[in-house]
Every structure is written in structure tokens, then in C-alpha cells.
């Protein structure tokens, strides 16, 4: 098998038990220690990563050597989230995303003859609260403070305090604080 097939066996096995076996354990602790030191993601203090969520890369050394992935202090990833570290994803500090949400970095360029795959970054800042099934599209920003309400398509940058939804998302109103600044309690109940 030439270097590149291997390589890519490699991943895809890894992939494999990441999406599989490892995103149903049922432990913060073992989840999180798999994520931080085989994949390189940056888990801040108390950040929590819930149980069946996907991840998708083209690599742990890309993911460690880039920080591809990060996700702040305080913040929840819940139940069945898909998160696409093949390009660039920052999650800020105390950000709530609710179940079954799909935040996606990597598309396909309709207008490439080949179909060629680009990524761009997508940045949540700190105090997004996402709703349930809501979808974050490449290379868009979500304002800190800001909502994303469920089901919403995010298709571009998403100003600070602003509560956006509907298909593709349009702001419908403000979120009526000033600054947030609260923290969301720790995500360790047993067996999550």
C-alpha cells in the first residue's frame, strides 16, 4: 500500500472510532482526554462535549498543528451535534449548542468545474446560544450574545446580540442584554 493510501486508511479508521465507538462512551472523562490527546482538539476548562456527536477531519496532526478545533471554557456541545473541524472552527467561551446541530466549515464550489472542496472558517462567539437543528454554513461569524433559533440556516455573519431565524436566517430582533457575562454550569452528569 503506497504512503498516501495508508495515510488515508489511517484516518478513516480513526474517523471511524472517533464517530463510532468513542463518541457513544459514556464519560466526559475518557471522551474529552480521546478528543484533547488523539485529536488535538482544545477543550477549555469545563467545556463539555456530549454524547453522539461527529466530528469531521482530515486529520489529528493537521487538527493539532493548526488548533483546527477549539471550544472555550464553559461552553456545551449537546447530544448529535456535528461539528467540521476540516477547516477552522472556534467556539468561544459559555456557548450553548443545543442538540442536533450541525456547524459546517468545508463545502463544495458550485461554480467549480471540478467541484472542488473549499474550507473557511467559521468563528461562534462567546454567549451564542444555537437552537436545536439550527445549521451554521461556512465562513460565517455568529456575533457574541447572539441567537441562533432553532431549525435556522445561518448563511452569513450574525451580528453581536441579535436573535436570528428562519431559512436562510434573518435577524428578527435583539437578545435585550447588554453585555452577557454569565457562566453555564459544568456538563458532568454521570454516565453523559
Known amino acids: 500500500?503506497?504512503?498516501?493510501?495508508?495515510?488515508?486508511t489511517a484516518i478513516r479508521l480513526l474517523s471511524y472510532a472517533n464517530n463510532h465507538v468513542v463518541s457513544h462512551v459514556p464519560s466526559y472523562r475518557l471522551r474529552h482526554a480521546w478528543y484533547r490527546r488523539v485529536l488535538g482538539v482544545r477543550?477549555?476548562?469545563?467545556?463539555?462535549?456530549?454524547?453522539d456527536c461527529r466530528i469531521w477531519f482530515f486529520g489529528p496532526s493537521r487538527l493539532r498543528k493548526d488548533g483546527y478545533l477549539s471550544i472555550g471554557a464553559h461552553s456545551r456541545i449537546n447530544r448529535?451535534?456535528?461539528?467540521?473541524a476540516r477547516g477552522p472552527l472556534r467556539i468561544g467561551e459559555n456557548v450553548s449548542v443545543s442538540a442536533e446541530v450541525a456547524i459546517?466549515?468545508?463545502?463544495?464550489?458550485?461554480?467549480?468545474p471540478d467541484f472542488a472542496v473549499e474550507s473557511r472558517p467559521v468563528v461562534i462567539e462567546d454567549h451564542v446560544w444555537i437552537g436545536m437543528r439550527a445549521?451554521?454554513?461556512p465562513?460565517?461569524?455568529v456575533g457574541?450574545?447572539?441567537v441562533v433559533a432553532a431549525g435556522a440556516v445561518v448563511t452569513k455573519d450574525v451580528p453581536a446580540l441579535s436573535v436570528v431565524a428562519g431559512v436562510p436566517a434573518k435577524q428578527i430582533g435583539m437578545r435585550g442584554l447588554d453585555d452577557p457575562s454569565y457562566v453555564l454550569a459544568e456538563p458532568f452528569p454521570m454516565f453523559e
Request: charged share 20%; net charge neutral.
Open 43 to 51: 477543550l477549555g476548562e469545563n467545556a463539555g462535549v456530549h454524547l
Open 104 to 112: 459546517i466549515t468545508t463545502q463544495h464550489r458550485p461554480e467549480a
Open 135 to 137: 445549521m451554521i454554513l
Open 139 to 141: 465562513g460565517v461569524t
Open 80 to 84: 448529535g451535534c456535528l461539528l467540521d
Open 1 to 8: 500500500m503506497r504512503e498516501g493510501g495508508a495515510r488515508l
Open 144 to 146: 457574541r450574545g447572539s
